[in-house]
T-cell receptor, first 110, second 112 residues
Framework: TQLLEQSPQFLSIQEGENLTVYCNSS?????LQWYRQEPGEGPVLLVT?????EVKKLKRLTFQFGDARKDSSLHITAAQPGDTGLYLC??????????FGTGTRLKVLA | DVKVTQSSRYLVKRTGEKVFLECVQD?????MFWYRQDPGLGLRLIYF???????EKGDIPEGYSVSREKKERFSLILESASTNQTSMYLC???????????FGPGTRLTVL
């Protein structure tokens, strides 16, 4: 069974701090996605990473795909209250199914 | 802007009722999905469809059925709602084997 474990599960930080969220699996994925979900809403796609070792930047967010395509990280620089939400990673192995991570709930305090 | 819409944001039904959840996408995507999301259990796939009139069971299909008569529309049906089907239901679509999905806003279903 493919599993994606995210850490930490919960994170509460002050505005301006940096943070990193990890997404780990023993399985290889052809691509990996990161989503952010706000309470009562559906997940919103942030980025897709495809190549092992790939790094993508989206303003203050930096996403990295592991060399072996089994893990990924999301780094947020100078977090803001607007970054608050549930962050989900999802692995895609080339079939129709996506494997979702357990989620990291981030709260950024002003 | 790409869009996935769901027919209701909030729904309250009684045990035993037949419930229809509708999802429409305007991106001409081949694939559509229904998930439920519960605290501590994450997103679980109920059914997906890779073409009109085609459907495949996901991880938790029991108590649900689906219908896809048109490419843009994917319906989830609870044949006889039960309290353990109280959940957030999320619809998603994706183009081919693109490796990413777009989600709708979700339907929060409460079964009393």
């Amino acid at each position: 069974t493919q599993l994606l474990e995210q850490s930490p599960q919960f994170l509460s930080i002050q505005e301006g701090e940096n943070l990193t969220v990890y997404c780990n699996s023993s399985s290889v994925f052809s691509s990996l996605q990161w989503y952010r979900q706000e309470p009562g809403e559906g997940p919103v796609l942030l980025v897709t990473v495809v190549t092992g070792g790939e790094v993508k930047k989206l303003k203050r967010l930096t996403f990295q795909f592991g060399d072996a395509r089994k893990d990924s990280s999301l780094h947020i620089t100078a977090a803001q209250p607007g970054d608050t939400g549930l962050y989900l990673c999802a692995g895609f192995s080339g079939t129709y199914k996506y494997i979702f991570g357990t989620g990291t709930r981030l709260k950024v305090l002003a | 802007d790409v869009k996935v819409t769901q027919s209701s944001r909030y729904l309250v039904k009684r045990t035993g009722e037949k419930v229809f959840l509708e999802c429409v996408q305007d991106m001409d995507h081949e694939n559509m999905f229904w998930y439920r999301q519960d605290p501590g259990l994450g997103l679980r796939l109920i059914y997906f469809s890779y073409d009109v009139k085609m459907k495949e069971k996901g991880d938790i299909p029991e108590g649900y059925s689906v219908s896809r008569e048109k490419k843009e529309r994917f319906s989830l049906i609870l044949e006889s709602a039960s309290t353990n089907q109280t959940s957030m239901y999320l619809c998603a679509s994706s183009p081919g084997l693109a490796g990413f999905q777009f989600f709708g806003p979700g339907t929060r279903l409460t079964v009393l």
